[in-house]
């Protein structure tokens, strides 16, 4: 993945813990991650749980995981293991957590491929928060960067 903004930012304990990166993807052979988690786009979505369990299983795996969030693009946020069944197939394990309580409103997912700048995918749960932690590291909405 190529990072486009400040170091500080992207550590996990600055940014709202229900917040979603897009990042450009790594292309070839030296990408860690699996090739059918986001097929024919050149970004990927990149959140820290707030699970440690899932954290110590991350670093162990040393390879992306699709967490109880996991979709396809454009679809409705996943509440349940069984929501994503369809994309069970590319997963080596598969951790069921329970239901998650805070429902389908999900990560807020903002765009940071473009340098200095952020742009609102999805407003999801933490947008003003993320919003003021981006805008206080210089970053730019990307409509008012023009």
């Not at 070839?28 to 990927?44: C, F, M, V």
């Not at 979709?71 to 951790?95: M, R, T």
């Not at 990560?107 to 993320?130: H, M, N």
Request: proline share 5%; glycine share 8%; aromatic share 6%.
């Amino acid at each position: 993945m190529k990072t486009i903004i400040p170091t500080k930012l992207a550590q996990p304990q600055t940014l709202p813990l229900l917040f979603t990166s897009l990042f450009q993807q790594s292309t070839g052979e030296s990408s860690i991650l699996e090739k059918s988690l986001n097929p024919g786009l050149d970004s990927i979505g990149v959140r820290v749980p707030d699970c440690n369990f899932i954290r110590v299983i991350a670093r162990g795996s040393r390879s992306a995981l699709a967490l109880t969030s996991a979709n396809l693009s454009g679809q409705p946020s996943s509440v349940d293991i069984k929501d994503f069944e369809n994309l069970w197939e590319h997963c080596a394990y598969i951790y069921n957590g329970g239901v998650l309580p805070s429902g389908r409103a999900g990560s807020t997912v903002v765009d940071l491929t473009k340098l200095g700048q952020y742009k609102i995918l999805r407003p999801g749960s933490a947008k003003d928060e993320t919003v003021a932690i981006l805008e206080r590291y210089s970053l730019v909405e990307e409509s008012s960067a023009s």
